[in-house]
């Protein structure tokens, strides 16, 4: 399987070098690719968002307001580039789009406020078009991303899936049940916003 670059929260160069693989070895990346892939739509489920950059078309429910949460953020588009349209017949032609110069965006919030002008009422009667997501992963998340594929990693290696811990002369070893709490704390950051 090939890494999904679309979700990919890490590249497999970068787990290499956080597990300290330093030979160029690559015996081991379609593995490594399998498990980055499955962390990454696992902190996209945990979080309930598409955490890496992308284009998305999303429809919303008109009330006749001025400002909209949007479902992905960071918003990466500015007013001239964002594509919003709002129609009660959700036909979204050119005459729908609302223009630039009304258009103010809260990035870091996903939040867009019409300036002199509201949407339209009704079910989908708002289309938006936009790029929102991390082009840059934050480097906790990222970070959070290594320590759980480092995680699932070693479990495989070990073939100790599921242990938790168990003594052996001269010690005992512990293994995580599943994601360290320092992972979870950091994921938790990133959770989709209760407005949706």
């Known amino acids: 399987m090939a ?9 497999v160069s970068d787990f290499k070098k956080f597990i300290g693989q330093t030979t160029s070895s690559t015996d081991y990346e379609g593995r490594y690719e399998d498990i980055i892939n499955q962390v990454s739509w696992r ?7 598409k955490l890496k950059a992308r284009e998305l078309t999303e ?7 001025s400002q909209l949460y949007t479902k992905e953020w960071p918003i990466n588009d500015s007013a001239s580039e964002i594509d919003i349209r709002t129609d009660s017949d959700r ?4 005459s ?8 103010i965006i809260y990035s870091s919030e996903g939040k867009v406020i ?20 991390y082009s840059t992963i ?10 759980a594929c480092r995680l699932s990693w070693k479990r495989e290696q070990d073939k100790r899936v599921g242990v938790k811990s ?7 070893v512990t293994f995580e049940m599943d994601m360290p709490w320092s992972v979870k704390t950091i994921v938790n950051m990133y959770k989709k916003r209760d407005d949706f």
Do not use: H, W
């Not at 890494?3 to 590249?11: E, H, K, M, Q």
């Not at 902190?43 to 968002?49: A, K, L, Q, V």
């Not at 429809?59 to 307001?65: L, P, S």
């Not at 036909?91 to 050119?94: A, D, L, N, V, W």
């Open 3 to 11: 890494l999904d670059t679309a979700n990919a929260l890490i590249s």
């Open 43 to 49: 902190f996209n489920s945990m979080t309930n968002r």
């Open 59 to 65: 429809y919303y429910d008109g009330t006749g307001g």
């Open 91 to 94: 036909s979204y032609s050119t």
């Open 96 to 103: 729908s789009k609302i223009g630039s110069t009304s258009i």
């Open 114 to 133: 019409l300036d002199g002008e509201s949407f339209e009422t009704g079910p989908q009667s708002i289309k938006l078009v936009y790029n929102a997501g």
């Open 138 to 147: 934050p480097y906790e998340l990222a970070y959070a991303c290594k320590e």
């Open 166 to 172: 168990e003594s052996v002369e001269g010690g005992s």
